[in-house]
Structure formats: C-alpha cells, structure tokens
C-alpha cells in the first residue's frame, strides 16, 4: 500500500524539557514538519508583575488586566543560538532530521525495491519566545539577528563557524560563506534547497522578518537520484519552479509562469511572521499608535495603525495567495486566529482579535483570493483545538438586513487546527519553565493546570470549538475517529494533515479531502482528535452545515471597512454569559493561585492550636 501524504506540524517545545514525540513524529514519515513558533524558549521569565493588575482605560475603550502579565528578560543573539544548538542536539530531533531509508515500493505502490533515503523538510515560522523577547514585536533591538537565527536553524547550520558567517552575512551582506555550500551542490548535479537562495533567508537578511512558502506535488514519481524527494514520499518544488514567492517572480527575467506542478494534488504551506513587524501592545493610557515598519500609505496596501504583519509581508502574501494553484492551501501563525479570550489585553493573552482590524485583514485576504482549501494552523497556547468561523459577505448581510424574506446568503466556512504543547501544556504545566515540571512544585503546577483550562473549557462561552456529537451529522467537526464533544486536547501534542488526492466511490471524498489528527506522547494510542473535510468543503463549493449564527451575530460584529464578516459558527454568546464566565475565571484562578498560602496558613494554624492544646492538657 503506498505510503500517505503527510505533513506534521507543532510548536512550543523547551530544549530543557523532555521530547518524548519525536518518535511518535518519525513513525508517521510526515513529508515535512513546520514549526508554529517557539521551537526554544530564549527569553528569561523574571517574575509576574502586579502593578499592572486592575482596569484601565485606552483608546477605544476599556481594558481589564488580570491574572498579571509575566516579566521577561530580552535574549541576546548569543543565547537564541545557544538555545537552537541545544534543540537540535535533542536525540529524537535529531534523527527524525537524518530521515530513513525507504523502500520505493512503499512509497509509489510499484514493485520496485529500490532504497531511497528519504529526508523530511523543515520549514516554519517564529513566535515570541524563539524571537527572543516575550509578547514581542518589532521594537525588538536583535530582531535582525533572531530572524537569521531561525534561518540557521531550520538549515540545521547552527555551529560555530555558520554561527561566525551568518553575522557576517548579517552586517556586510557577504554571499562568500556559501560557496562551499553551492560547490558543493553543483558536484552532485542535484537540485538540493540552499539557504542561499531560499526567499525567506533573504527578507531575513533585509530585516523584514521570517515569512515565505513552500509548495509540495504529491503526483511526481520518486526518482532515486532526485534530492527533493521528501520523507513520505512527497516531493519538494524549489521556489524557482513553483513561482508562488513574489520575491523569486520578481527575480526571475522572463515573464514566463507556467504552472510547473500538479493543480490537483498539489499542497502550498505559508508561514506567516506576527513578530518583526507587529505594533507594541497598547499598555494602559499609553495607547500605542506607531504603526510597523513599511505601513506607511505609501504602500499598494494600506494596513491598520494596530497590526501584526507590516505593509510589506501583507503586500507579499496578497500576492503569493494570488499566486498559488495548490489544491491546499495552509496559512501557518503563531496566535491563535479565530479565538477572542478574556482578558482584553494583549500583554497578558495574544491573538489576533486584539487587533480586530488586522484580523478583519486577514479573513479578506483569504477568502477574497480564491484559494483552494484554505486551512489555518496556529500554535502558542499550549493546547490543541478545533475551531471554526462562519463567514458572509458583507454585502450579503446587509441586504439580508433590509429585507427579512430574502434567503440566507452563502456562507464560507473557515477551519483553524491548534497544536502547541510539544513539551509542556495545560495538561502537563502550562509553564515552559523547568523548575515547574520537577518536584516540588509539579504537582501544584499540575493541578493549577489542568483544573483551570478543563474548567474554562466548560464554563466559558467559547463558541467557535467545534463540538462533536456522535451520529449527528449537523454538528460538523468532519467525518473521523475522534471523540465527541468539544474537541480540544490538554496534553503534549503535534498535528498530523493526511492528504487524499484519490477520487473514492463515496459522495464523501469524491472531491478528495484532508483528515486532521492530534496525536499524544503515548506512542500506541489512536489520535487524540481527528477530524476529516474534504476540499470542496473548505473551498466553499460545498456548504458545510451545523451553522448556528443568526444574521444578528453577522451585524454587531460587522465592521464597514471588512469586505466578510466572520463569526464563530455557534454564535455570539449572550452578554449574561459571557460575564458570568469572567467571574468564574476570577474567582476559581484566585482560589487556585492562592491555595499554598491557604494550605500553609491553615496547615500552621492547626498545628499550633495542637501544640497549644497538648500545652494546656500537660498543665
């Protein structure tokens, strides 16, 4: 039987921690792995800060700050890369790296016998932590050299003398670090992806951040002598071929872009940088209206003063959506998208409804590109989720407002897969520090944890998870094995998309379709979440029911400006509630966060009065 069409994705991992997935990871041969952000934790947790704590007011209206936002110290470039050395000196990560050797026939389903070593692709993008400063954004004084960092590190070139030659790089833009690199490749007559030539490298050496993509034909023969054959059995496009990279069709002199690869069985992944460029958190009073760098009007795109991506990388995905003829199309961030949490400050929980505008943004750009299959991947908050949006037009809604007898507009459903957690989670300790994941303080950790995430799982009016209902086809998590209920996981976790390009009997996969997997640290069990779509589905061609909005939900979140309008598909939740679980959230967190003191003080009050009565009894 051939070989699945794999992709695996995660984020959150400490080099300090243990990695038990790597070789749950290894076992499914994934064509690649694309980290979601925080592949290390470089910055330094330095205390929680209690001054900010209370109510403030900003522009636009007010603001509640709690629990306290954790102080952290800003790395150097020494220790980002200290910090990437370490992870790539993980055991497990490192021979998933070294790839295996694989029997062709396992791969194509042909009789031949042949070996072929097999290597998966590393790609991704950075969140705060492997940027280097907490909740960061691009006031960030080594932006340029955590970018380069990252680079190095996906290259897997992270010793002394790349070290040495990406600084210089940095400082004089000096290509002769790799000429070995390209003597090298030109010897073996292959086409192997080079740092060098790679896009992002080169935006990175700009300064504009760590945002590109990757495209994969899943129809191409393996051949033996072909570098680009990926682990899995997929095959790598270099960017030349692809044509999908704005900053390559600009490079290239002829005017020529014939689409090179298969339209049908064909994935694209675009990583998305939320840290170069992003604007400072508002913090209180002090409203921060500094717009990031290349926003200017002066640009094609003109981007919202709160922003995370810049004029210049909204520019580029514009265009490299318009470019792309994938049957998949995956946009990789490290926030959450779709989720609106509590508290509304983005010092203490980041995501992209703190900037709505900027969000607003982003669903235009996807859905008004006409992609095929769009599918949103994030990370940072240490868990996994199912969720989704329900979106309609603008324009739809309107008219749909002004007259009551009009049929419901169409709608276009918006799936986004959570997977972070790979060394430590809700379920675990939510915190990346090592000292909470060893005695004493574990199992206090432990339980502060877990019982907080379960509890807001079940109070707070989070209505785009999808909840599945077994034997109800209405409720639309996608056909699977998962279980039922609201699909979230608490423990450590990556994400597998399995890609059926073939054609089946059933109505089901007639258009072919991607099934999600979540997968734990326990090697033999089945996944922890699975959920399956097919691409017409997640193209809108075809409506995916279980919709639960009203046109109300459509008009109170309805911004002028947004061409969609996007809500979760369960509806906005009512007032009553939403502030009910806010309370909940107060109190039970306080209650949890203050229970050693409540243990001590009680603990020492019990022993005393004991004392006091053996005192009186011995008298």
Same mark, same amino acid.
């Given at each position: ?15 300090? @921690? ?28 330095? !205390? ?32 980002? =890369? ?13 021979? *998933? @790296? ?6 062709? %026939? ?63 790089? +940095? ?61 899995? !059995? ?19 002199? /002829? ?20 840290? %170069? ?6 913090? !209180? ?6 717009? +990031?760098?290349? #926003? ?27 470019? %792309? ?58 868990? %996994? ?149 097919? *691409? ?43 502030? /009910? +679980? ?7 967190? #306080?209650?949890?966060?203050? @229970? ?15 004392? =006091?009565?053996?005192?009186?009894? =011995?008298?």
């Amino acid at each position: 039987m051939p070989q699945p069409y794999r992709l695996a994705f995660g984020s959150c991992s400490h080099p300090a @921690l243990p990695q038990p997935l790597w070789p749950i990871i290894s076992s499914r041969k994934p064509s690649a792995f694309i980290w979601g952000g925080d592949a290390i934790y470089a910055d330094r947790y330095a !205390g929680l800060n209690w001054t900010d704590v209370g109510l403030h007011h900003a522009e636009g209206g007010w603001m509640i700050t709690f629990p306290p936002p954790s102080v952290h110290l800003d790395a150097t470039p020494d220790v980002i =890369r200290g910090w990437y050395e370490r992870q790539l000196e993980v055991k497990g990560y490192r021979q *998933f @790296l070294e790839g295996f050797d694989v029997n062709m %026939s396992d791969i194509d389903g042909v009789g031949v016998t042949e070996m072929v070593r097999s290597k998966p692709l590393i790609f991704g993008t950075i969140d705060d932590h492997d940027y280097g400063q907490n909740n960061g954004d691009f006031t960030y004084q080594f932006k340029k050299e955590s970018n380069l960092a990252f680079i190095d590190f996906m290259y897997g070139e992270m010793s002394q003398d790349r070290k040495e030659c990406s600084l210089q790089e +940095a400082d004089e833009r000096d290509s002769s670090c790799g000429s070995n690199e390209e003597e090298d490749s030109s010897i073996h007559h292959k086409r192997s992806r080079s740092k060098l030539s790679d896009p992002m490298y080169q935006r990175s050496l700009e300064g504009k951040g760590v945002y590109g993509v990757q495209l994969f034909d899943f129809s191409r023969k393996i051949n033996a002598d072909d570098d680009n054959n990926v682990l899995g !059995g997929g095959h790598w496009v270099p960017e030349v071929e692809a044509m999908v990279d704005p900053d390559v069709i600009d490079k290239v002199s /002829t005017n020529d872009t014939i689409v090179s690869y298969s339209t049908t069985h064909s994935v694209a992944v675009f990583v998305l940088d939320v840290r %170069s460029n992003k604007t400072p958190w508002p913090k !209180g009073k002090q409203h921060l209206n500094n717009a +990031a760098p290349g #926003s200017s009007n002066s640009e094609s795109i003109q981007v919202p003063a709160l922003d995370f991506l810049g004029a210049e990388q909204w520019t580029w995905f514009q265009s490299a959506l318009a470019n %792309s003829h994938a049957r998949v199309n995956i946009i990789v961030s490290g926030l959450q998208v779709h989720t609106d949490r509590f508290p509304n400050d983005g010092n203490v929980v980041e995501e992209w409804s703190k900037f709505p505008e900027s969000r607003d943004m982003l669903y235009d750009m996807i859905l008004n590109s006409g992609v095929r299959s769009p599918l949103l991947i994030s990370g940072d908050v240490h868990m %996994s989720q199912f969720l989704r949006k329900d979106c309609i037009k603008s324009i739809d809604v309107q008219k749909l407002n002004n007259d009551k007898t009009k049929p419901h507009p169409p709608k276009r459903s918006l799936i986004e897969v959570t997977t972070s957690g790979m060394t430590h989670s809700w379920g675990t300790s939510f915190s990346s520090q090592p000292k909470h994941h060893t005695w004493p303080l574990w199992p206090y950790s432990y339980l502060v944890s877990r019982t907080f995430m379960t509890m807001c799982h079940f109070v707070c009016p989070w209505n785009e998870i999808i909840i599945r209902r077994l034997g109800q086809e209405e409720a639309m998590v996608g056909r699977g094995n998962g279980l039922a209920g609201k699909q979230y996981y608490l423990g450590l976790n990556f994400a597998e998309l399995e890609f059926d390009f073939a054609r089946e009997q059933d109505s089901i996969s007639d258009s072919g379709a991607v099934t999600v997997r979540i997968f734990g640290k326990k090697e033999d069990e089945p996944p922890k979440l699975e959920a399956r779509w097919t *691409f017409d589905e997640l193209s809108g061609a075809t409506s995916l029911p279980g919709m639960k909005a009203k046109v109300q939900d459509f008009l109170s979140v309805g911004r002028g400006s947004s061409d969609w309008i996007c809500v979760p598909y369960r509806g906005l939740p009512s007032n009553l509630h939403y502030y /009910t +679980a806010i309370a909940v959230q107060f109190v039970v967190f #306080s209650s949890l966060f203050f @229970l050693p003191y409540i243990v001590a003080i009680a603990t020492y009050v019990v022993i005393r009065r004991q004392w =006091r009565s053996k005192k009186i009894t =011995r008298r």
